[in-house]
């Protein structure tokens, strides 16, 4: 079963939005409680300190996900280095995608960007099975040189499955039609290597993502070694 990593930084407070939980109802989700201590604190120290509170408020996320009709398993770490943590912890489990929650109501809409050296079958497998029957509409995003090949075929691909699939095409860079397109969507899928992905996620240009949605983003993850990479 198609399996979903979902880092929470359980002790300042985070959570996952009912859309999110919602949207995942469909797939395996692991919920990754994570602290960031700082660089003087031995994570054995940290756990003493708070893992029982953190393990707690990963139960009550867990329990939402079974209300609404799916299930979540939950670990915790500690951990000097978020990102590190997060691909390690993907890698480790075997995860297929993996979240930045976001904040979002019921998803009606995902965009999905195909610009990049992206593992375009995988990502459209991917959105196949998280929308399931349900009505939720596609816009694939082509933006910088993207093969009009590679855009057909995704297209082909979801309408196929029953999917309902619109397109947008931007002149714009990669990243800026990314941020531009966001407004007007629930929830975005992305490929592990789109342009600026780990900018857009880690930090430098989050502040402009981020003044531009709120939504969950979901990062498709590439096999490796991958075979189905289409290069732009």
């Known amino acids: 079963m198609t399996h979903v990593l979902v880092p929470v930084a359980v002790l300042k407070g985070s959570t996952v939005s009912g859309g999110l939980i919602d949207l995942l109802g469909t797939l395996n989700v692991t919920l990754l409680g994570y602290h960031v201590v700082p660089e003087q604190t031995p994570p054995d120290q940290a756990r003493a300190q708070f893992e029982e509170r953190a393990t707690n408020a990963l139960g009550n996320i867990a329990e939402e996900f079974r209300v609404a009709g799916g299930d979540a398993y939950y670990r915790m770490?500690?951990?000097g280095n978020r990102r590190k943590t997060i691909e390690r912890v993907a890698?480790?489990?075997?995860?297929d995608a993996y979240a930045?929650?976001?904040v979002t109501g019921a998803v009606e809409s995902l965009l999905v960007p195909l610009s990049g050296e992206i593992?375009?079958?995988r990502i459209v497998g991917f959105v196949t099975t998280?929308?399931?029957?349900?009505?939720?509409?596609?816009t694939l995003l082509a933006a910088g040189n993207v093969p009009e090949s590679r855009h057909d075929e995704a297209a082909t691909t979801l309408e196929t499955?029953?999917?309902?699939t619109e397109t947008r095409v931007s002149a714009a860079g990669?990243?800026?039609a990314l941020v531009d397109a966001m407004p007007g969507h629930d929830a975005v899928v992305v490929g592990e290597a789109a342009p600026s992905l780990s900018s857009f996620l880690f930090g430098e240009k989050s502040n402009r993502a981020a003044a531009a949605f709120v939504g969950p983003v979901l990062v498709?993850?590439?096999?490796?070694?991958?075979?189905?990479t289409v290069h732009s």
Do not use: K
Request: charged share 25%; hydrophobic share 45%; no cysteine.
């Open 77 to 79: 770490v500690f951990t």
């Open 91 to 95: 890698a480790e489990i075997g995860v």
């Open 100 to 102: 930045i929650t976001g």
């Open 119 to 121: 593992a375009v079958s």
């Open 130 to 138: 998280l929308i399931g029957d349900r009505d939720i509409v596609v």
């Open 161 to 164: 499955a029953g999917v309902q």
């Open 174 to 176: 990669p990243f800026d």
């Open 220 to 228: 498709v993850r590439r096999n490796q070694p991958e075979t189905d």
